[in-house]
């Protein structure tokens, strides 16, 4: 499955991805269908999906890299450019926002010294607006990486950030 | 059937049909814009909208099925609100440059509108920024145009297999483009895209700004440059061809078309074109009047037959001729001259297959059927790099694969088929005839053979036992590199088809011994009982568009037309009599003989038309040093060649695009092509020269039009067809072993050591012939060539992309520039043969096949480095 051509650019998966995806395609239609974790896996292990990235999951899958194109833009959740260290997505959707989203959200630009969208010069904060996160029994809410926070305030904010440096 | 309920008229319609195409039968229009007849149902502008009993909501028609008992309605004031809305909301962000828009006039967006309404939008934020981009050499892509109904999208995945296209982002932010969204599309332009992107969101550059299109004039024709034979129609204005356009379920191609069909008609138009006769006086060529060119030529042939004999002059035609043309010139050859030295492009490899095909099935006209090759349950491809030198059959095996049809490739490089392939078999550049004496060998070996068959040919499988016996799938596997399973594997393969088809290329019949190795082929075909049976076919693909008609009207010397054999005396009276006059009996000369013979001092006057021999063969051999030799040589063509630069007398003919006739691909198919515009300058059509140079030569020709042509030439066909012989098979199988075990010998090309890689010269996707070259579209796309070469040879050479190299033999060296792919396997070096410079045909060495006579020039060995440029 490894082509060596890729590998030379520096796109290849680890050996535990290799074998996770390979124990997926057992339980998978076709390989089309193992776009998703595919491209999760090359998120975890290359940090975001660049073009490199995505030829390589195109060609380990053998699915036409222009749908791999197209379905790694279509979710927000992936990231076809690089992030710091840490994601911040604030939800800037209904209950959020009626909660104060916009105001959590001009507080974290004011506290990085970032607009939504960009990223710290020391490459540890990128901060991007979601959707609903399906979290507004405690709106305001956001999500740095994988965890979720919730009710947020701005001394909240203060110490979530903190404990992340 | 089914029946339905629309607008209160019963309806009926094949169940599960689409409730649009059902409406549509019953004469009820229902507006669409992102459904297309040719796609599979999407969904996606919600434009269809249709009120169905008993279903909550208003459903889409096109992808509704229809079922008994179905009532709709297409029309109401509901439905009328919701189309209106859907249309508002496709022109939210839509910048309503009508004016100046290229779809203006066709567009389907503009219709529905103008139609339904609404030209009022209430969105009143900002607009969306899209994609404007004018980069790519052929299409321009103006996203705010853009309705994302994905029909782009859709047709180069689900029609041309190609998938370059995709949806990227999401919602209103949705944008079209190809990997990346890159600026350049890269891909095969087949311009499919283009041709069905229902508003102006893409455009052909070509065609931009140059007319609305109801200023144009439509004249349905037929493809001049390859044998697939693909139907579209030339849109003029004022004696310019504009564009190229299809009807999607018309001819071979069912609306699809390569990017030569599609972009490469300029060449019509081209300033270049010849437009008067010229003769040549002291050393420069001088504009002329057509009857004083035809008089000296008149007057040269008059006074070599007088004093060297007929046979003293010769002819050789383009296989891009019509087939009244090429009738014409036989018969002008044959009996105004009184000689049967005549060949033609198929020379260069093709005739290999017909021979072969002849020679099994007898006077049987050949058929076969590019619809068997899409509905084939097995295809084996052998020998050529099918989607880039015959496009649309390529598109047939594609999409014959994705159906589910076994595809078993073998060739000496990764071609881009092969990823539809179950077998990709890459085997070594002149091992062809021991792949294929091994899949003969399997066949027999393993009882694969039809059980049938074997009681009717036993003799003859029983002799092929014999003979294939003496060579061990080891020593297959050490020339060819494929191991024994794969052999049996595909051998097995082939044999189980229920419709079994074979395609052979110029890796064939452009190559030593191909008539040999077609017969090998067809023997397979027999032994496995695919011969016959509905469904099977084998077919040698022909890159030239008529080389199939240039065989059957007899532009050859062993063929009278309807193939029918110049050295038998019974055929040639079938066609004397019909033509009222004696066919000469002296056997005539083949393309290679021809030349021999001028060198010889025995052909003094050669007649050319639509060939370029001066341009095409290596320099350095005795072909190119013989058209200097010649006393008389007239060149008959669309564009001052460097063969005309030789030229006595150069005569300009005109383009398919300016002539009425007929071309057969390589289906067997002979097809209507029409004239759009009229000749350009003072052209003539081929036929009506050889018409007035007859008058000339004292042996009037005279027709009307090119039907009266043809009218003659359906007499003489069916004249060859009252020969009546019994099957043809039957006679082949009596094949004598002396005789079956020369067609199975296999002869081993070795590289010289000093010369140790393999260049070939072949066909390549972007160009054909020399009249792409002329083309704006083509030009834009590849406007040079470059040598493909293998990465590790390339490391090894110290050559990166970007690098010239210097290619070097004992015939000379050049410099070219390389694009290194790992497609091209070690050792082996390909080259476009479209591009005259720099001459890489110059390293190439002349074989001439032992069989048919076939000149091959596309192969050498070189040594290869890297060109250090001087500072
Ligand atoms: S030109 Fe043909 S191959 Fe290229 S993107 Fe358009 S449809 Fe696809
Ligand atoms: S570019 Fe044309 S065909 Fe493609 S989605 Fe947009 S409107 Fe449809
Ligand atoms: S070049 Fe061949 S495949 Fe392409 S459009 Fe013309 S006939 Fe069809
Ligand atoms: S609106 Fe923010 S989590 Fe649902
Ligand atoms: S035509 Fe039916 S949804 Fe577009």
Not at chain 2, 527 to 539: C, E, F, M, V
């Amino acid at each position: 499955m490894e082509d060596t051509n890729i590998e030379k650019k520096g796109y290849a998966f680890s050996k535990e991805g290799m074998n996770i995806l390979k124990e997926m395609m057992k339980d998978y239609p076709s390989s089309d269908a193992l776009l998703l974790p595919a491209l999760y896996i090359a998120q975890e292990e290359f940090g975001h999906l660049d073009s490199g990235a995505l030829q390589y999951v195109a060609d380990v899958l053998k699915v036409p890299r222009s749908k791999v194109f197209g379905v790694a833009t279509y979710y927000t959740m992936y990231k076809t450019k690089p992030t710091g260290k840490h994601l911040v997505q604030v939800c800037t959707n209904l209950s959020c926002s009626l909660l104060g989203a916009d105001h959590i959200l001009k507080y974290l630009e004011n506290k990085l010294g970032i607009k939504v969208g960009e990223t710290t010069h020391d490459k540890k904060f990128t901060l991007i607006t979601v959707e609903c996160l399906g979290s507004c029994g405690t709106a305001p809410m956001m999500q740095v990486n994988d965890t979720y926070y919730e009710n947020l305030t701005e001394e909240g904010i203060d110490r979530i950030l903190e404990g992340l440096k | 059937m089914v029946k339905l309920t629309i607008n209160n008229k019963i309806v009926e319609a094949p169940d599960g049909m689409l409730l649009t195409e059902a409406a549509k039968m019953a004469g009820i229009e229902i507006p669409t814009l992102c459904y297309h007849p040719e796609l599979q149902p999407y969904g996606g502008c919600r434009l269809c909208l249709v009120r169905i009993e008993k279903m909550p909501k208003l459903q889409t028609a096109c992808t509704t099925r229809v079922c008994d008992n179905m009532v709709v309605t297409t029309e109401s004031p509901e439905i009328a609100k919701a189309r209106k809305g859907m249309l508002e909301f496709v022109l939210t962000y839509h910048p309503l440059d009508c004016p100046i828009c290229d779809k203006g006039g066709e567009c389907e967006l503009q219709n529905l509108v103008f139609k339904f309404g609404s030209g009022f939008r209430r969105y009143a934020e900002d607009i969306e920024e899209y994609t404007i981009d004018t980069n790519d050499p052929l299409i321009d892509r103006e996203l705010d145009r853009c309705v994302r109904c994905l029909r782009c999208v859709r047709v180069c995945d689900e029609v041309q297999g190609v998938t370059n296209l995709t949806a990227y982002n999401r919602g209103s932010h949705t944008e079209i483009g190809p990997f990346m969204g890159g600026s350049i599309f890269d891909c095969e332009y087949c311009g499919s895209c283009v041709a069905i992107c229902p508003v102006g969101a893409l455009t052909s550059k070509l065609f931009k700004y140059k007319a609305r299109p109801w200023q144009t004039k439509r004249t349905d024709t037929i493809c001049t440059y390859c044998g697939c034979g693909c139907q579209f129609a030339l849109e003029t204005r004022d004696g310019d061809v504009l564009r190229v356009v299809t009807d999607y379920e018309k001819g071979v191609n069912e609306g699809s078309l390569c990017t030569r069909g599609r972009f490469g008609y300029s060449f019509v138009n081209n300033k270049k074109r010849l437009t008067a006769p010229l003769i040549k006086t002291n050393t420069k060529l001088e504009p002329t009047s057509w009857d004083e060119a035809t008089d000296i030529i008149a007057d040269r042939f008059k006074k070599i037959i007088e004093n060297n004999g007929p046979d003293a002059i010769a002819g050789i035609i383009t296989g891009h001729c019509t087939n009244e043309d090429i009738y014409l010139f036989q018969k002008f050859m044959r009996l105004a001259i009184g000689t049967n030295n005549i060949d033609s492009a198929a020379r260069f490899g093709y005739v290999n297959a017909m021979s072969a095909i002849k020679q099994v099935i007898g006077s049987k006209r050949f058929e076969a059927s590019l619809d068997d090759v899409a509905n084939a349950d097995v295809i084996l491809s052998i020998s050529t790099n099918i989607t880039e030198v015959n496009p649309i059959a390529g598109l047939k095996v594609r999409r014959a694969a994705k159906r589910g049809a076994v595809l078993i490739v073998a060739d000496v490089q990764d071609t881009d088929i092969a990823k539809f392939a179950s077998q990709n078999l890459i085997i070594k550049s002149g091992s062809e005839r021991w792949f294929i004496h091994g899949l003969v060998k399997a066949v027999i070996e393993k009882g694969f053979y039809d059980k049938k068959i074997y009681k009717d040919y036993k003799k003859f499988i029983d002799n092929l036992e014999n003979i294939v016996k003496g060579l061990s799938f080891k020593e297959i596997e050490e020339k060819t590199g494929i191991s024994e399973k794969d052999i049996i594997e595909a051998a097995k393969a082939y044999s189980k088809a229920k419709k079994g088809v074979i395609i052979f290329g110029q890796g064939i019949t452009h190559q030593q011994d191909g008539y040999k190795s077609s017969l090998n082929l067809l023997d397979l075909c027999i032994i496995t009982g695919n011969i016959d049976s509905k469904g099977t076919a084998i077919l040698p693909l022909c890159d030239e568009n008529n080389e199939y008609g240039a065989l059957e009207m007899g532009a050859a010397p062993e063929f009278l037309s309807g193939f029918l054999n110049a050295g038998a005396a019974k055929d040639r009276e079938i066609i004397s009599k019909i033509w009222d006059k004696k066919i000469p009996a002296k056997k005539g000369l083949t393309m290679p003989e021809i030349f021999n013979g001028i060198l010889k001092g025995k052909i003094k006057a050669l007649y050319i038309i639509g060939e370029n021999p001066a341009g095409t063969f290596p320099q350095k051999s005795e072909f190119y040093e013989a058209l200097q030799k010649l006393d008389f040589l007239v060149c008959q063509d669309l564009f001052p060649t460097a063969t005309c630069e030789l030229a006595d007398v150069v005569l300009p003919a005109s383009s398919f695009a300016e002539k009425d006739g007929t071309f057969t691909n390589m289906e067997g198919r002979a097809q209507k092509i029409e004239a759009a515009i009229n000749p350009v300058g003072d052209s003539r059509p081929d036929w009506q020269i050889f018409s007035a140079l007859s008058e000339k030569m004292g042996y009037p020709m005279d027709y009307d039009n090119a039907d009266a042509i043809l009218k003659e030439i359906a007499q003489v066909i069916e004249g060859c067809n009252s020969k009546g012989e019994g099957s043809a098979i039957e006679n082949y199988v009596k094949t004598s072993v002396k005789e079956l075990r020369a067609i199975y010998e296999r002869k081993e090309e070795k590289a010289p050591a000093k010369f140790p890689f393999k260049l070939m010269l072949g066909p390549v996707l972007f160009h054909s012939g020399k009249l792409s070259g002329y083309s704006e579209g083509p030009v834009r796309i590849l406007p040079e060539g470059r040598l493909k070469i293998n990465p590790n040879d390339a490391d090894r050479l110290g050559i990166i992309e970007g690098d010239k190299a210097l290619l070097k033999n004992a015939n000379g060296e050049v410099k070219v520039k390389v694009e290194i792919t790992d497609r091209m396997p070690e050792g082996l070096l390909f080259y476009p043969e479209h591009f005259m410079y720099p001459a890489v045909r110059n390293l190439c060495k002349i074989d001439i096949d032992k069989d048919t006579k076939a000149n091959y020039f596309k192969s050498a060995f070189v040594a290869v480095e890297r060109h250090v440029p001087e500072h």
